[in-house]
């Protein structure tokens, strides 16, 4: 059993940024609803999930905003033309694809990734996470990996997708899965604001490979070789502390959807119609085409 779970914010971020100036005959811009139906399907294509659903912020935990303030605060606002695009992905795209959208107040995608993730694994379901969240990337284990098709991960040019598992991850970061957390409580992340005390990744990463650990390297300061980086560890150990706390994931909230309750089920007939609407002539012909496959295939519902 297969269980793909998919960060909705990135993708449609995504989307809209990597497609430019399509609409439909009405003047709706229609370039992340396009981008977000490809990229599903292609993941469909890819990994063969039979259980999937698609997981979205819905405000920020008070723990992390209590710690830092200025927690996101750096954020864009969203482009005007991307409201109506999200608002139809999330109230329609998504379940006529077959997934299930999950959420909850003032909790973001990430936690939520990760409370089914840490549940599948104790059910011994394969999971693989559709991110590009460094947070995620701590999850992976024997059973979880990270679905990417940056280029900066892909073994081969000619490669579509790859999947990030311990050995990848590792060589990406420089130090094992469970460890980066570790890492960016030293280096900070600038995409959520949350401040660094002046190393960078690969100088924190490898501090933490030398020492095992942030706990460890915090009581052995005096064994760090480096005076300009010894002098900064001591300076920042409230921040690093804080820091390590802002990215931790909170894996303890009970599941609001049942993983058995997640089996992907996509609606051709009511997916068709809306996209003759957006006007997709290539997309919506493939689309045909597995609806007219899925009718006669046992597996039909996993032809996307």
Same mark, same amino acid.
């Given at each position: 059993m297969k269980l793909l779970l998919i960060d909705g914010h990135y993708y449609v971020y995504r989307s809209f940024f990597a497609i430019q100036n399509l609409s439909n005959s009405r003047g709706e811009p229609t370039n992340a609803i396009f981008g977000f139906t490809k990229t599903l399907r292609l993941m469909i294509k890819h990994l063969r999930p039979e259980l999937g659903a698609v997981f979205w912020d819905e405000g %920020?935990?008070?723990k992390r905003v209590e710690l830092q303030p200025a927690y996101k605060e750096t954020r864009k606002e969203m482009p005007q033309?991307?409201?109506p695009q999200l608002d139809f992905i999330q109230s329609k795209l998504t379940q006529l694809l077959g997934f299930k959208n999950i959420s909850l107040p003032n909790t973001e995608a990430d936690d939520l990734m990760g409370c089914y993730a840490v549940e599948a694994?104790?059910?011994g379901i394969e999971v693989i996470l559709a991110t590009n969240d460094k947070d995620l990337f701590q999850l992976v284990n024997p059973t979880t990996k990270i679905y990417s098709t940056a280029k900066a991960d892909l073994v081969s040019p000619k490669d579509a997708f790859a999947l990030?598992?311990? @050995?990848?991850? @590792?060589?990406?970061w420089e130090v094992a899965p469970y460890l980066i957390g570790d890492v960016l409580a030293l280096a900070g992340d600038s995409v959520d604001n949350i401040p660094g005390i002046g190393l960078g990744r690969k100088t924190a990463a490898a501090l933490i490979r030398e020492h095992g650990g942030l706990t460890t390297l915090l009581e052995n %300061? +005096?064994?760090?070789? /480096?005076l300009r980086a010894r002098?900064? %560890?001591q300076n920042g150990r409230d921040q690093i502390l804080q820091n390590r706390k802002m990215v931790e994931l +909170?894996?303890?909230t009970e599941l609001p959807v049942p993983i058995d309750d997640l089996r992907i089920q996509p609606d051709y007939s009511r997916l068709l119609k809306e996209l003759e609407r957006c006007e997709f002539k290539s997309l919506l012909q493939e689309v045909r085409d597995d609806a007219a496959r899925a009718k @006669? /295939? /046992?597996q039909g519902e996993f032809l996307l």
């Open positions: %920020l935990p008070q033309p991307m409201v694994q104790k059910r990030l598992g311990e @050995t990848e991850v @590792t060589a990406k %300061l +005096d064994r760090v070789k /480096s002098e900064k %560890l +909170d894996c303890h @006669t /295939s /046992s």
